[in-house]
């Protein structure tokens, strides 16, 4: 629920706005989504030219209010956060440009970029790195910004080991806390090696469709990236369909490297979930080497549910069928 004085400043700050805004939740399967979701309702209820929708996402991993295709709000704005919220929601009116010494830097990212902000709503500190950071996500499409409430996203936060806030993290490796040089945040990116990409920077690739770049990055870098094994691992299905094409052309163009990738999820095999054994067992099928048959001939047994067994079955005939086609 939005407090009285919250609601004041949102109604103060968008009073004057005469154009319709729309804000539209991203709803995961995360019980945090109907508080996103009530705040966005409460929002459309102000007496403002205010339209709030909702959208199911099957890839993202925390509900959020999406207030640019590139910029996510993974919280309940409150107190601190109401200013940078509001700004980022108005910016089409008045946008705001990035410093001019930065254009240069900014224009000269070519990779994309998972940034995130770690925030809190009674941070004096945060609503300043919010305002620094989301011009240039609006100037740079490549830069996908997602702010986090690390109070309401706690579990999210100590997976990362955020300590304090504002942190910034970029590509799940670097990261600022407290004060930041924008400069020297926009030269880690320009400069970054394609291998440096995190997940979540690959998993923005795929869902615009460039499974084909990341597997010629790997091919012309000649190693897997490390961040690639956390996306074919992925809870999210259409994620991991995205990675698996990519495997499946990387064992075309370099097929030593596929088998790396698949030496590391079979190592990983006993700690994952069904869902995700029945997509190994079925690349070991689709592009296996030699070792592949007496790995998958292994899980026929007692100690693997019934359905894994099955995709294993599925597996050695995919393997018969392709030593047949290969001697013919």
């Known amino acids: 629920m939005i407090s009285d004085s ?69 919280g309940v704005p409150s107190a601190n956060e109401i200013p940078p919220f509001v700004a980022i929601l108005t910016a089409s009116i008045a946008p705001t440009q990035p410093p001019a010494e930065l254009i240069e830097r900014l224009n000269g990212i070519r990779l994309p970029a998972s940034v995130e902000i ?23 499409s490549r830069i996908d910004l997602n702010i986090i409430d690390a109070e309401m ?32 945040v926009l030269a880690y990116l320009q400069h970054r090696r394609p291998s440096a990409l995190g997940a979540a920077a690959m998993e923005s690739m795929l869902k615009e469709g460039d499974a084909s770049k990341l597997s010629h990055m790997m091919v012309s870098e000649n190693e897997v990236f490390p961040a690639f094994l956390k996306v074919l691992t992925h809870s999210k299905w259409p994620v991991r369909l995205g990675a698996m094409v990519v495997l499946e052309e990387l064992a075309e163009l370099k097929p030593e490297l596929a088998g790396m990738a698949l030496d590391t999820l079979w190592s990983q095999f006993d700690q994952v979930s069904n869902h995700i054994k029945g997509d190994i067992l079925y690349m070991m099928g689709e592009i296996g080497g030699s070792n592949a048959f007496d790995r998958i001939a292994g899980i026929k047994s007692s100690r693997y549910d019934a359905e894994v067994c099955e995709a294993a079955i599925d597996a050695l005939q995919t393997l018969k069928d392709r030593r047949k086609e290969s001697e013919q």
């Open 153 to 184: 996203f706690n579990d999210r936060a100590a997976a990362v080991n955020i300590r304090s806030v504002p942190t910034l993290v970029v590509d799940e490796t670097f990261r600022y806390s407290g004060r930041v040089e924008l400069a020297e």
């Open 118 to 140: 770690y925030v809190a709503p009674f941070c004096p500190y945060c609503p300043g790195l919010v305002h620094q950071l989301f011009p240039l996500a609006l100037a740079n």
């Open 6 to 74: 919250d609601r004041e400043k949102i109604i103060a700050r968008l009073k004057s706005v005469k154009i319709p805004l729309n804000i539209r939740v991203m709803r995961t399967d995360d019980r945090r989504s109907r508080s996103i979701e009530a705040f966005c309702d409460e929002m459309g209820q102000l007496g403002l030219d205010i339209t709030c929708s909702a959208a199911e996402s099957d890839t993202a991993e925390m509900p959020s209010i999406e207030l640019a295709p590139n910029i996510h709000y993974a």
